[in-house]
C-alpha cells in the first residue's frame, strides 16, 4: 500500500499536465518549442503547492487573528523567489534540456478519486511509513482537540523538510544545472527553508483553539493510503 501526502490540482494544472506529458510521450523530444509552456507549468505548479501548503491554511482564522497575514508574507516570499527562478533557468532550455523536467512532473501527478467518486490529477509526494503514521496521530489528534502544540510544531517540521526535499530539492535533481543555476537554486532553498521553518515556529505557538483543530483537520485531509 502507498502512503502519500496530495492535494487536488486545479482544472488548468491538469491541462498543463496533460499538455506537457502528452508532448514528451513514450520517449520522444517534441519539434515545436516547449520552454515557455513548461514555464507556465512549473509556475502554476509551484503557486498551487504555495497556497494548499501555506495560504490556505487559515482560510477560517477569525477576525482579530495575525496568521493569515504572516502566511501572506511567507507565501509571497516563497512565489517570488521560485517564480524567478523557474524563468531564469526553464525558459533557456531546448526541449531535449527540458525532457526531464516532463519525467519529474509526471512522478509528482497522481490520479486518485476524489470525494465524489470521480477519478481527478493530485499533486503529491510518497511518504515512509513511519512518517505517514506519526502525520496520521499527530494530526487527527489535534483535529479532534487533543491540543498538543509542541507535537503539531515538531511535526510540521518535519514535513516541511519533506515537501521542500519533493517539490523544490527533486525538481532541481532533474535538470542539469549550470554554475550560475546552481547558485540561484541554492539561494532559493535557503529562502524557502529559512521562511518556512520561521513560519512555523511563530505560527503554531500563536494559535487558538479552534485555528489549531482546522489547521490540523486541514493536514489530515491530505493524507491517502491506496
Not at 44 to 55: F, K, N, P
Not at 200 to 208: F, G, K, M, V
Request: net charge neutral; hydrophobic share 50%; glycine share 6%.
Amino acid at each position: 500500500m502507498s502512503k502519500l501526502f496530495a492535494f487536488a490540482a486545479s482544472p488548468a494544472l491538469q491541462e498543463d499536465f496533460q499538455a506537457v506529458i502528452a508532448a514528451y510521450a513514450d520517449g520522444n523530444i517534441p519539434k515545436a518549442p516547449q520552454s515557455a509552456r513548461i514555464v507556465q507549468l512549473a509556475q502554476r505548479y509551484a503557486d498551487e503547492i504555495v497556497d494548499a501548503l501555506v495560504l490556505n491554511l487559515l482560510n477560517g482564522a477569525e477576525a482579530d487573528s495575525a496568521a493569515p497575514k504572516a502566511l501572506e508574507t511567507v507565501a509571497s516570499l516563497i512565489k517570488g523567489t521560485v517564480h524567478t527562478l523557474i524563468k531564469q533557468v526553464l525558459s533557456k532550455l531546448d526541449n531535449k534540456e527540458l525532457q526531464p523536467v516532463a519525467a519529474y512532473v509526471a512522478t509528482r501527478r497522481t490520479i486518485l478519486k476524489d470525494a465524489e467518486g470521480g477519478e481527478r490529477d493530485y499533486i503529491s509526494f510518497d511518504l515512509s511509513d513511519a512518517d505517514f503514521a506519526r502525520f496520521d496521530a499527530v494530526w487527527s489528534a489535534n483535529a479532534a482537540g487533543q491540543i498538543d502544540k509542541a507535537a503539531l510544531n515538531e511535526t510540521m517540521l518535519r514535513f516541511s523538510t519533506l515537501a521542500i526535499a519533493a517539490f523544490y530539492e527533486d525538481s532541481a535533481k532533474a535538470l542539469k544545472l549550470g554554475f550560475i543555476a546552481r547558485n540561484l537554486f541554492n539561494v532559493g532553498h535557503g529562502a524557502i527553508g529559512k521562511g518556512s521553518q520561521l513560519a512555523i515556529n511563530r505560527l503554531i505557538p500563536a494559535l487558538r483553539e479552534k485555528e489549531v483543530r482546522d489547521f490540523a483537520a486541514y493536514f489530515h485531509g491530505m493524507l491517502r493510503a491506496t
